[in-house]
Every structure is written in C-alpha cells, then in structure tokens.
C-alpha cells in the first residue's frame, strides 16, 4: 500500500466499504440457512441450532416491537467511507418537531436504494443532528428478518419491517418523536429507475396514508435526487429471445421472493472499468415539509383521497423547488403512475 497516496487509498476504501455492502448480507443470510438445517441433522452440534431457533421463537416479535438499535453500529466509520463514496447527502428544508410522530416517504426506490438507507439507517450524513429529537426505522421486507444473525444486523441499524402492525407499534406504543421511512414505490419501482428517469408509483399506492389518518402521523415528502443516476438499467427489446428470458426470470423472482430483478450494471472496481458498483455521482435526499394529519380510527375512502391528493401535491412541488439544483432540467417533471 505504500505506493498508494493518501488519495487513493481513501478512494479504495470508499470502493471496498460499498463492495462488501450486498456480500454481507449474502454471507450472513447464508450461514443460518445453511449450517443451522446441517447441524441439526448431520453434526453432534445440533444443540447449536436448536439454540439459535429457540432464541429465534423467543425473540420472535422483537423485530415488529420497536427492534433492538444499536447507536455504534448505526456510527461505524464504515458508513462514512460509504456515504463519501457517491457521496450522499442529507437536506432539511423544515424542522421536524419531537413532540410529534412522522412517515416519511421516500422516492424513487433506485436499484438497491443507496440514499435511504445511509441517510437513515445510519448517521454517516448526521440524522440525528439534523433532526434532533428524531427517532428513524426504515422499513423494509419483513422476510429478512426471519433470518437469525441477519435480524440482529439490521435491527441494530434502526431497520424494521414495511409491515401495519411493526409501523402501526412505532407510531403509538413509543411516545413521540419516532419517524418510519417508507419507501413507497416498493420493490417494483426499480423496474422503471435508469439515468435521467423520475417516474414513480404512488397513484395507487395509499396504504402509507391510510395509516398516517389511523395514527395522526404527519406525513413527509422525501425525494432521493440521484437515486436513479448511478447504475444503467438494460430493457431488452420485445420479441427477442433475451426479452424473453428476463421476463420470465424476473416474474419467477417476483413470484418466490416478492422481489423484483433488475438488469443493470455500473462502474468496476475502477472508474473507467464495467462492473456493478453504483457509479460515483451525488445523490441527495431532500425531506420537505410536513403534512399534518388528523388522527381518525377508520378513515373512508373519501377521507383516504383526499389526504392521498395532498400528498402528492407535496410532493409535486418538492420536486419542482429542488430539481434543477440537483441535476434535472427546469422542463422535467415528476411522472406518478
């Protein structure tokens, strides 16, 4: 390393500490599902396997119950060299009061949604700072936490599931000051990030609202600029055979996983090189202002709508105040299917 500068060995470290991100949790998620079936069966060491699932069925709805996070791990050093890397940043455009609680919903998804999670599942970009009083869950798929080790790792980040009744817990059984960051366009809204592109869904995506109107959350519009930016997504042409291939892996990878397969690729382990990486190009999330929302036990559908159209509205004109600051032409607009 000693012929490596200062600069360039910041560089690899900023490379390695976003390389290991997805390997992690590959690696993690393999060793339970693997040697815990093959202790069990096949070792004199299947009491460990018999520990880990009783630890497992005891600890069950810790993970819907406000988790378990951890402040160091949410402050490695490691999420710095991660954040650098694009680099992603954090803007507050209006305070965010601890005496109540909030949704925040973020858009677009991106390919592996790099902005949401270091911006709120750790303090690489100083959540905490930036709001103080402020307590963020990310919500992600409940699956993953089905999976011993894995749960521990990502329940220490502040990480929990997108389901009611973990969000709906957050929101009324810890006090005030707690936010939940939905992603909103889920999983299927990869399908349509490529450079340049700032199409999402949320037409019909009203569940987060519904469940503001049921706790009295405020409702927060987030825009990820940049998200789409830092990998190319491959859309092969109708009627080819490869079409046909993708298609038919990415619905058989929707139907086992409920997860959607992209087709993309970035940088290498050099910036001129093909590969996987993210491209290094900024992303910045801008939190906007907060919508407050009447608490109401049942909300009709009437009710639903019409808080679901100011939303949007929101969201709109967050857009439009940060868009060309933040790379996007003036012309652009933001497409909601």
């Not at 791990?73 to 609680?101: A, G, M």
């Not at 949704?103 to 709001?131: C, D, K, M, Q, W």
């Not at 019909?204 to 959350?217: C, D, I, N, Y």
Request: proline residues 6%.
């Amino acid at each position: 390393m000693a012929f490596l500068s200062q600069l360039d060995l910041h560089e690899c470290l900023q490379t390695l500490s976003v390389l290991q991100w997805l390997p992690v949790y590959i690696f993690l998620g393999a060793i339970p599902i693997i040697f815990i079936p093959y202790f069990l069966v096949f070792t004199k060491f299947w009491i460990l396997s018999v520990l880990a699932l009783t630890w497992l069925a005891y600890d069950w709805n810790t993970h819907s119950q406000g988790g378990r996070r951890s402040a160091w791990v949410r402050n490695w050093t490691l999420w710095k060299y991660f954040q650098n890397y694009f680099p992603i940043k954090l803007v507050k455009t209006h305070d965010l009061s601890p005496e109540c609680n909030y949704i925040i919903a973020n858009h677009p998804h991106g390919v592996l949604s790099y902005g949401v999670f270091i911006n709120f599942a750790t303090e690489a970009t100083g959540f905490s700072r930036i709001f103080p009083g402020i307590t963020p869950s990310l919500g992600t798929l409940e699956g993953i936490f089905w999976i011993p080790i894995v749960r521990e790792y990502v329940m220490s980040m502040g990480v929990c599931p997108v389901s009611e009744l973990a969000l709906k817990y957050l929101l009324t059984q810890k006090g005030l000051g707690n936010a939940v960051v939905i992603v909103v366009g889920g999983a299927a809204e990869a399908l349509l990030c490529r450079p340049g592109a700032s199409t999402i869904y949320l037409k019909e995506r009203k569940g987060f609202v519904k469940l503001a109107l049921k706790t009295g959350a405020y409702l927060v519009p987030a825009y990820s600029f940049g998200e789409n930016e830092v990998h190319n997504q491959e859309t092969f042409p109708e009627g080819t055979w490869i079409r046909f291939f993708q298609k038919t892996f990415q619905d058989t990878f929707k139907k086992i996983l409920g997860l959607n397969f992209c087709t993309f690729h970035g940088r290498g382990l050099t910036r001129e090189s093909w590969g996987f990486l993210p491209f290094n190009r900024p992303i910045t999330t801008v939190v906007g202002e907060p919508l407050p929302i009447p608490r109401i036990e049942k909300p009709n559908k009437k009710t639903v709508d019409k808080y679901h159209a100011l939303y949007i509205s929101a969201l709109c004109k967050l857009f439009d105040q940060h868009k060309v600051q933040y790379g996007f032409p003036e012309t652009q607009e933001l497409t909601i299917i």
